[in-house]
């Protein structure tokens, strides 16, 4: 886990044990109530890993092809 989904955790935590309210955890993640109720969903559902991105270990949407990636770096080696 990255250190901010580690605080992401902890703060789900608090709130679960109704140690902080959802717009106090909103506060401390940047988030709108709507989507702490989301994750803390997530968190309920799945436990810690709930919390970790979907996305992780997955290609980039704006990720270009390897081809052009190689002739870039050919030019940039000739430079």
């Known amino acids: 886990m990255s250190d901010g989904e580690l605080r992401r955790l902890e703060v789900l935590q608090d709130l679960d044990r109704r140690r902080l309210t959802a717009a106090a955890a909103g506060q401390l993640l940047g988030l709108e109530r709507r989507q702490v109720f989301r994750l803390l969903k997530a968190y309920r559902i799945e436990g810690p890993t709930g919390v970790i991105s979907k996305r992780r270990g ?3 949407n704006r990720g270009k092809p390897e081809a052009l ?4 770096l050919t030019i940039i080696r000739q430079w």
């Open 58 to 60: 997955r290609r980039s």
């Open 69 to 72: 990636r190689r002739t870039v």
